[in-house]
């Protein structure tokens, strides 16, 4: 049976965990079933079968990816490349403590804390190496012996960013369902990251560049995206607009939404 949030790549790690085996390329050359593949959403056939838990269950909680960059992630559809994070894996020890399963949100790049624990999510072991797909255990990379992420040193967590993660995982149905603000009403996900990403550069750019993005900020994303959605919350989007002589907010948005269409 899934946990609450895991995904179904998750369950596939847990598998190994709840086996002993150190390295996920173990489970492969014993099940024949690629942890890679089910990161993806495929495979999910032979997961059941080893897993014994419903195909259906699999299918909601796998992330699906068809052709090109879109992926889908419960009912969002996200850019894989942008928002998703195969590379460290990542995790917060708090949450392995109260249940020991991967959650699907430790894998989307924009979100940086975990909003309960409040705190940075983990990306290491305990060894100093980086966590990784290739590794078995939940709370251990596969190259050490006694390396455990609970020991690794709590990294605290900004509050703007906790609340932006806050509002993210409301919008994937993990949590309370927050307030949206006025002006991110009726977009979709990855559209609201966008108009965030695109507030916080024009704020701290001081001018409109449809081609700046978050790395031209010099700064970590997570923050520069949470001032975005600061200045949204508190209503300050479309002063910022008039300072910058960017048009209104509905228009502006309109320009941002348009510009994604693939
Ligand atoms: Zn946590
Ligand atoms: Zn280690």
């Known amino acids: 049976m899934l946990r609450s949030e895991e995904p179904?790549?998750?369950?596939?790690?847990?598998?190994?965990?709840?086996?002993?085996?150190?390295?996920?390329?173990?489970?492969?050359?014993?099940t024949g079933v690629r942890c890679e593949r089910v990161w993806n959403g495929r495979d999910l056939h032979a997961l059941a079968e080893i897993s014994k838990c419903p195909m259906a269950d699999l299918e909601r909680s796998a992330f699906r990816g068809g052709s090109g960059r879109a992926i889908r992630v419960r009912e969002h559809v996200l850019d894989s490349r942008d928002d998703l994070l195969k590379s460290p894996r990542r995790s917060c020890p708090d949450c392995l403590n109260e249940s020991h399963h991967h959650r699907l949100?430790?894998?989307?790049?924009?979100?940086?804390?975990?909003p309960r624990h409040l705190r940075r999510l983990a990306s290491h072991c305990s060894c100093g190496r980086p966590l990784s797909w290739k590794d078995g255990l939940l709370a251990r990379c596969f190259a050490c012996d006694h390396g455990d992420v609970a020991a690794?040193?709590?990294?605290e967590a900004d509050i703007y960013v906790v609340e932006l993660d806050r509002w993210f995982l409301a919008q994937l149905g993990v949590g309370d369902v927050s307030l949206i603000p006025p002006a991110l009403h009726g977009l979709q996900l990855r559209q609201a990251i966008q108009v965030i990403e695109r507030t916080a550069v024009l704020d701290l750019l001081g001018y409109d560049d449809p081609n700046?993005?978050?790395?031209?900020?010099?700064?970590?994303?997570?923050?520069?995206?949470?001032?975005?959605?600061?200045l949204i919350y508190e209503g300050r989007l479309e002063a910022l607009l008039d300072r910058v002589h960017a048009g209104n907010v509905g228009d502006w948005i309109k320009l941002i939404r348009d510009s994604m269409i693939r």
Do not use: P, Q
């Open 152 to 155: 690794v040193a709590v990294e």
């Open 8 to 30: 179904a790549h998750g369950l596939y790690l847990r598998l190994c965990d709840t086996n002993g085996l150190a390295r996920s390329a173990i489970m492969r050359t014993l």
């Open 105 to 114: 949100w430790w894998d989307l790049a924009f979100i940086a804390t975990c």
């Open 212 to 230: 700046a993005g978050l790395y031209d900020l010099h700064m970590d994303a997570a923050k520069a995206r949470a001032h975005g959605f600061r």
